[in-house]
């Protein structure tokens, strides 16, 4: 008996040091920097690994839990945040993989995956053994000495706990366990409704007369659409792709008239793909959610957790630009009007003659296309100036280090040097698409940044994206606006790699979600600069510099239409916050809301049958539920901010110095706004974007 007890210990032990040495997800990466091994990371290693990830998270709770000492900072609040560094780890390398080098098998993992993370990260943040340590932590406070980085950790881990519910009694944790519940199968539905009616339609025509105006490569995909549906002819339905071209390019009024209104009715035709009464549901499961916790309404609890700080913080901003954009609007559309008269239009515009008389008079205004910048931005000089440009404000330097393993050969990892040659990151960047990439562009990180025991752990940051291929004859040459995209996640990918904070949860880019763009969108700003674009725009041929016309043709298109396109996005702003500083529940008619709530804003004569809200997914399926203010927040943010390299020059090095130690190593350290004014030396106004953007 004792022998063959010993034997299964043994063989035990064996099984557990044969998985951990078999699965190179479990083990030391032994890899330069202890970059993730991709050579010899397989599938099949996924799951086992988020296993003992997990499995090893657990017990981290476990110990913090069972700790028998007084909770202290360090044993409850500073070891919270180092709960789940192997899951970290683990995740990293997969989420990075199933977006950038994606495979049916992988998105089987995700799909068995997903269920256990959320389990973990619930028995993290609702476990109300954890939460009383927490608080007890919390109530002595000021009693502790924190830093401010301290302080924010505090803070925030006893308000993750709190504003899920961790405060409430058990009848009302009940409650807001079952609002939660409806109010996710409630956005499932509205998104179901809005995608149902999307795929619903289609606009067949078989005459091709009555398709002129569009050009030969969206005839050519509408005709591709209709005969994946066995039909004849050409077929436009409601996705982006073909509704856009056709509102821009069709001669025909009524057509574009019925696309138009079959687009701007989703989910509002009174069927059972309506979500009127879902719309009003969803504003009434927040706003008691909100109540139960105690504030007074929805946006005031979303906005707690912002830059934005409150309500009054959001309609200041949307205010102020408001007043800037609407005369302007207003004069844009005048001009348009006028235009249309001259090519034979009578009566008043309506919303679908906007995008075709305003892209016509584009054309003729700027004489500006794709293909006449594409020459001037190879990719391998649009990087080398990007990361010059780094080198230029901050003094790091960035060399390729082929030894570090990569998931797929045109990847290229970098290792990042700080001025005084400290190892600062490790940089990857991904460019081209391929099957398995998803669309779009992102930055990520590997592994996050973070100090312990002394020692200042580097963090492992990617960008992503889905550039322009290089031909047989031409080198990848990229469109102005993928230029763009590259500073901008290069801008995401500075935040995550000058990170300089004590804890990851506080580190790089986890920041407040209206401050998260900043340094991404700042970077946009040099692209328009003649002065920078001289050191790299070159002619891919010729070598020759790009032209300053060219240049200001690119700052003169991306204003054209300014008053009208910011006065579009502060209607939605409006119409967000109505819907979420309500502070009782609504139960009158949702057309009538939407158009009180945006009156001010309203540009075109009110066209019946159509409706923002019912189909306004940001707002009733995804995220940006009291938050849509934040793409134009930003976008005030980054001009503001931009202001000051302008005035002490792009280049300036100590004006670089300060936005790096104020913004970029700071994180989610301390509040944003504290963060921003000792950059700024005041908060951010509205001015440098107007300017910018030729509406002052
Ligand atoms: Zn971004």
Redesign the pocket.
């Known amino acids: 008996m004792k022998r063959i007890y010993l034997l299964s210990i043994v063989f035990l032990m064996n099984i557990g040091m044969i998985n951990a040495q078999n699965n190179p997800l479990l083990g030391t990466f032994n890899t330069p920097h202890e970059t993730a091994p991709f050579n010899e990371i397989k599938n099949e290693h996924f799951l086992p690994a988020f296993k003992a990830s997990i499995e090893a998270g657990e017990k981290e709770l476990e110990a913090i839990k069972s700790n028998p000492e007084a909770p202290t900072f360090e044993n409850t609040i500073v070891a919270l945040d180092h709960v789940g560094r192997l899951l970290g780890r683990t995740s990293g390398v997969f989420f990075n993989l199933l977006g950038a080098e994606t495979n049916e098998e992988l998105q089987g993992i995700a799909q068995e995956v997903s269920p256990l993370l959320t389990k973990f990260q619930n028995d993290v943040s609702l476990d109300p053994v954890l939460f009383e340590k927490v608080k007890k932590v919390y109530q002595q406070k000021d009693q502790l000495n924190l830093d401010a980085e301290q302080k924010t950790l505090l803070e925030n881990s006893y308000e993750g706990f709190v504003r899920k519910g961790a405060n409430l009694s058990e009848a009302d944790k009940a409650k807001f366990r079952a609002i939660s519940t409806e109010l996710s199968k409630l956005s499932l539905t509205f998104d179901e409704n809005v995608l149902k009616e999307t795929n619903a339609y289609e606009l067949v025509i078989t005459n091709k007369e009555e398709l002129s105006g569009l050009p030969e490569g969206e005839l050519e995909a509408a005709a591709g659409r209709a005969k994946a549906k066995g039909k004849e002819g050409w077929l436009f339905d409601i996705t982006q792709p073909s509704f856009g071209p056709f509102m821009k390019y069709a001669d025909n009024r009524d057509l574009r008239k019925t696309l138009y209104m079959a687009y701007s009715s989703k989910s509002f035709k009174g069927d059972e793909l309506d979500n009127q009464e879902n719309v009003k549901r969803i504003a009434e499961l927040r706003l008691q959610l909100a109540q139960l916790l105690g504030y007074k309404n929805y946006a005031d609890y979303v906005l707690e957790r912002r830059m934005a700080i409150n309500p009054a913080g959001v309609y200041g901003l949307l205010n102020d630009l408001y007043e800037a954009s609407y005369k302007v609007a207003l004069q844009e559309k005048q001009e348009i009007q006028e235009f249309a008269a001259t090519e034979g239009f009578e009566g008043e515009l309506m919303p679908w003659d906007w995008s075709y008389y305003s892209e016509k008079l584009k054309v003729k205004k700027f004489d500006l296309n794709d293909e006449m910048l594409k020459p001037y931005f190879e990719l391998s000089r649009v990087t080398e100036g990007v990361l010059g440009l780094a080198t230029d404000l901050f003094g790091i330097t960035f060399r390729e280090n082929k030894d570090i393993p990569v998931y797929n050969p045109e990847v290229t990892a970098y290792e990042v040097f700080d001025a005084d040659g400290t190892f600062l990151s490790v940089f990857y960047t991904d460019f081209h698409p391929r099957p398995g990439k998803q669309g779009g562009a992102w930055?990520n990180d590997f592994k996050g940044q973070w100090k312990e025991n002394g020692v200042d752990s580097r963090p492992h940051v990617t960008i992503v994206m889905n550039f322009t291929r290089p031909t047989e004859t031409k080198p990848a040459l990229l469109t102005f606006y993928e230029v763009e995209t590259l500073m901008?996640?290069f801008g995401?990918a500075l935040h995550g790699m000058l990170a300089n904070s004590t804890y990851s949860s506080l580190s790089g880019t986890n920041v407040y979600r209206d401050f998260?763009?900043l340094p991404?969108?700042i970077m946009e700003n040099w692209a328009t600069q003649k002065e920078f674009l001289d050191r790299f725009a070159k002619h891919y041929q010729t070598g020759e510099t790009i032209p300053a016309e060219l240049v200001q043709k690119i700052v003169d298109s991306q204003n054209y239409l300014a008053g009208y396109l910011s006065i579009r996005q502060l209607s939605f702003g409006y119409l967000d916050m109505a819907w979420h500083t309500l502070e009782k529940p609504y139960t009158g008619s949702v057309k009538d809301f939407e158009e009180q709530a945006w009156k001010k804003t309203q540009i075109f004569p009110a066209v019946d049958g159509v409706c923002m809200s019912t189909q306004f997914g940001h707002l009733f399926a995804g995220g940006y539920a009291a938050g849509y203010y934040g793409y134009k927040w930003a976008e005030v943010l980054d001009a503001d901010a931009f202001s000051v390299f302008k005035e002490k020059g792009l280049f300036n090095k100590e004006v670089a110095a300060s936005f790096r130690k104020n913004i970029l190593e700071k994180g989610g350290t301390e509040h944003p706004m504290e963060l921003y004014k000792r950059f700024r030396g005041h908060e951010p106004t509205v001015d440098a974007l107007l300017e910018r953007s030729g509406l002052q």
């Open positions: 930055m901008h996640e995401h998260v763009e991404s969108q």
